[in-house]
């Protein structure tokens, strides 16, 4: 049986069975535990409870005093970490990494430890004192709650479950991420965050909380709490950390209860100008010029959440001027732009993006934008708009640039109609950026060598891994991009063929078609990312690459690729 507190600093001879009393006796009326009261009435020093406590709980003692610890340990965890969690990297033994903490409760966030630091955990005591002191010394001091945000000014009257949100809100603003995963399991509910298009776990909380916690997200997004087995989407309007967030709620039933997914949009923080997008300049002229002509359609594609809707926000903002009118129809509208008139699709009303764009064009707009090309009516549609004076822009849902014209006649849209309004196509990814602090420049692997035809001996910069990009090597993200002009022998071949195919062999053979690998591989020479993320974007197996770069072993990497080679 384990020993009390109070009987090992008796036993210890560090206090009297009349301090211990006096002690009990004022913890009947207060929320402070034994140890703290005898230092208060200094009946004895922080240092012996906290030394009686690592007894008690059969942990080492460590005297943090005069001491830091290595910054490689340090450098492992974030300060906001080390502060939320009160924990300290102090030593590694052999793979395993001693933490320091004051108070043996904190053993329950061992596993989160483990996640952050990758490492197998053991802990250690330290006075509270000590691991402040220390603490503050190699993170800072913590966040003032007056920077958090004026939501966080009322955490302490609220709720346990509204205390909670509202930090996964602030948590996740900080480090970036663009929605956040409430999954149920049996037992627990995981939390995790996508940041630069990666999932992060971010906690685990017991299970029991789970319908509390949904029920609270579900009344804030106007959704039906007693409806547990439809799916259903919201929105809430959120302020965090200064910044006014518009949340995306998606609810799906799942054999665990409702798993939650909420995607976090920053209106300010997402409008990029044309500049930011990170074309090369040779791309950036293609995308002004194509997007200043006065009518014809362009088409932006790649999968969800490739960036499509940022690119074509900064191509309208860079045409937001005086002399143009711009409308948009969107479904949903996900950022507002000052002196666009901009129209949220209603399909329970009969408000489609085709009733909407024929309503646009008695509106004698200029400009015009289609969220999303889905069906034949809207395409053909959008083609008589761009026919008539109009330079309408929209998105469709395809791996590359020739399959935006193939998926228009697959819709039924006659060859003829697009042949003559497709102006150009922008196919696009998104790859993470190499962290500028700790990315290293060292040899090309043989696979890198053998994917971007490098001779023996060069050099490439890889991912290592520090404290600003949370160990990843990665820190932020920027587009890779294919371009399409239709130029005239391409118009012919896409009219002469009613399924597309002539057309897509010659686009692989003409020179106004720029690929993704070509432009992933000019980002990968100039240090911006990794060839891991080229192989990612353009869906490259490196075991099969050797017939396709025989010809680029002996060019230099960024030549033109093969004209008879697939993106």
């Not at 059969?58 to 943090?64: I, K, Q, S, T, Y």
């Not at 904190?106 to 330290?126: C, P, S, W």
């Not at 990312?529 to 025989?550: G, I, K, P, W």
Request: glycine share 8%; hydrophobic share 40%; charged share 25%.
């Amino acid at each position: 049986m384990r020993k009390r507190l109070g009987e090992i600093l008796l036993a210890q001879g560090a206090i009297s069975e009349e301090q211990l009393r006096a002690a009990l006796a004022a913890q009947q009326n207060r929320t402070q535990k034994l140890g703290q009261i005898l230092v208060a009435q200094q009946a004895t020093s922080e240092e012996t409870v906290t030394r009686a406590l690592a007894v008690q709980s059969r942990l080492p003692f460590v005297a943090l005093e005069g001491k830091r610890p290595p910054s490689q340990l340090t450098d492992r965890l974030s300060p906001h970490s080390a502060w939320e969690l009160e924990a300290l990297p102090v030593a590694d033994k052999g793979g395993k990494v001693i933490v320091a903490v004051s108070d043996p409760e904190k053993a329950v966030n061992i596993d989160t430890l483990g996640f952050l630091l990758d490492a197998e955990i053991g802990l250690a005591l330290a006075t509270p004192t000590a691991l402040r002191q220390t603490l503050e010394a190699v993170y800072g001091k913590p966040d003032s709650p007056g920077d958090q945000g004026p939501e966080v000014a009322d955490d302490a009257e609220e709720a346990p479950v509204v205390r909670l949100v509202n930090h996964m809100f602030r948590e996740a603003v900080e480090q970036r991420s663009s929605d956040i995963h409430l999954e149920p399991f049996a037992g627990k509910l995981r939390v995790r965050y996508r940041v630069d298009g990666t999932l992060r776990l971010a906690a685990e909380h017991p299970g029991d909380l789970h319908s509390a916690l949904i029920s609270h997200i579900k009344v804030n997004a106007g959704l039906d709490i007693a409806e547990k087995r439809k799916p259903q989407d919201g929105r809430i309007e959120h302020r965090t950390g200064g910044r006014d967030l518009d949340v995306r709620v998606s609810v799906l039933p799942t054999n665990h209860g409702e798993s939650v997914v909420m995607r976090l949009l920053d209106r300010e923080a997402n409008l990029l100008s044309l500049g930011d997008l990170g074309m090369g300049p040779a791309a950036l002229q293609w995308f002004r010029d194509v997007i200043d002509r006065p009518n014809g359609i362009f088409l932006v594609t790649g999968p969800t959440g490739s960036g499509k809707t940022t690119t074509l926000y900064a191509a309208l903002q860079t045409l937001n001027q005086a002399n143009r009118k711009i409308l948009t129809v969107e479904d949903p509208v996900e950022y507002r732009l000052k002196g666009i008139n901009q129209v949220q699709v209603q399909p329970r009303i009969g408000l489609d993006f085709a009733r909407v764009l024929k309503a646009f064009l008695r509106q004698a707009p200029n400009v015009v934008l289609v969220g999303e090309i889905r069906d034949r009516e809207t395409a053909e549609v959008a083609i008589q708009a761009s026919l008539t004076g109009h330079i309408v822009f929209s998105t469709v849902h395809t791996n590359d640039a020739p399959s935006a014209a193939t998926r228009l006649l697959d819709m039924g849209v006659p060859p003829f109609l697009v042949a003559t309004s497709l102006q150009g196509v922008l196919a696009q990814r998104l790859v993470r950026r190499l962290c500028k602090e700790c990315k290293v420049e060292e040899p090309a692997t043989p696979v890198e060598r053998q994917v971007l035809g490098l001779p023996e001996g060069a050099l490439l910069f890889h991912p290592r891994g520090c404290r600003e990009c949370t160990r990843s090597g990665y820190r932020g993200r920027l587009g890779v991009f294919e371009r399409l002009s239709l130029v005239e022998d391409l118009r012919e071949a896409l009219f002469q063929s009613p399924d597309g195919s002539d057309f897509v062999r010659a686009v692989h053979s003409s020179p106004a078609w720029h690929s993704l690998k070509h432009d992933a591989a000019e980002k990968v020479m100039s240090g911006l990312t990794s060839v891991a993320e080229l192989l990612r974007v353009t869906h490259q197996d490196a075991r099969n690459t050797e017939a396709e770069t025989a010809t680029a072993e002996s060019s230099p990497a960024t030549a033109a690729p093969d004209p008879e080679a697939s993106p």
